[in-house]
Nanobody
Framework: QVQLVESGGGLVQAGGSLRLSCAAS????????MGWYRQAPGKQRELVAVIFSGGRTNYEASVKGRFTISRDNAKNTVYLQMTTLKPEDTAVYYCNVDGRSGHYQTFNSWGQGTQVTVSS
């Protein structure tokens, strides 16, 4: 069982910054992909950014240049630094972690979600 605990959401004015954190704990042998998704009211959950074990990253087009994903492998933690926030970034942000919890066991876990609200 792998648990994810998110923190760092909140209310910020347009142009401001927030940093989200997501710490994984439990039976973890290794972590492959760590990512952030978001879901705005009435919309489908979408990928925001992912970071692979080797450090390669991918970003959704609208956040490129504004958001930065990073990870601390020693702490099994992934971060999302968000700058120049826009009202359209308002959503519940979820972290997702994929890895191995045993010799032949894999896991894919979701965080509980953290609200990010950007006021205009």
């Amino acid at each position: 069982q792998v648990q994810l605990v998110e923190s760092g959401g909140g209310l910020v004015q347009a142009g401001g910054s927030l940093r989200l954190s997501c710490a994984a704990s439990g039976s973890i042998i290794s972590i492959n992909v760590m990512g952030w998704y978001r879901q705005a009211p009435g919309k489908q959950r979408e990928l925001v950014a992912v970071i692979f074990s080797g450090g390669r990253t991918n970003y959704e087009a609208s956040v490129k240049g504004r958001f930065t994903i990073s990870r601390d492998n020693a702490k099994n933690t992934v971060y999302l630094q968000m700058t120049t926030l826009k009202p359209e970034d308002t959503a519940v942000y979820y972290c997702n972690v994929d890895g191995r919890s045993g010799h032949y066991q894999t896991f894919n876990s979701w965080g509980q979600g953290t609200q990010v609200t950007v006021s205009s």
